[in-house]
């Protein structure tokens, strides 16, 4: 899928090199448990090929991947956003712009679709970004350590009747 900046689409066998760097670095891992190691990272990313709901994002015209996001089962829900973007195009609305898409590309199928994600509560940019998309904060909880916020987004295929 295109969006006005980005090009999105399955993840790939070559996206895994660059995919295990963004998982070892500290910051696009500070709000998400730490830095993995190298075989950790590697095995994470390998998980990733070809699995439904997990998008590779690229800038259009460049061949270099910029990030992720998966809508996946996950915190026992049929799905749940997840994003991590290289610190290079942070700041520059990429992030929302690349969610925006997948959240669109996997309600565009179904009547009432719920999706979660969840976020540490110390993570401002995150927390910006999924309520500028309409999920709403239900409640917290403790994960990896930290207090950590539990979002939720309904969203709703079906035509009202009038």
Known sequence: MLTERL?????GSGDVAALARLGQDPLVRAHLGGPLTAPDATARSADLVGRHGCYAVRLIGQSGLIGVATVVPGHDEPAEMSYW??????????????????????????????VIAVTQASNARSIKLL??????????????????????????????AS
């Open 131 to 160: 309520e500028s998309l309409g999920f709403e904060a239900e409640h917290e909880l403790v994960e990896f350590g930290e207090r950590q916020v539990f979002y939720a987004r309904i969203r709703s295929g079906r035509a009202t």
């Open 7 to 11: 090009e999105i689409g399955p993840v």
């Open 85 to 114: 973007f290289d610190p290079s195009v942070w700041g520059r609305g990429i992030a929302r712009e690349a969610v925006a898409a997948v959240l669109e590309q996997h309600g565009a199928g179904g009547d009432e679709t719920r």
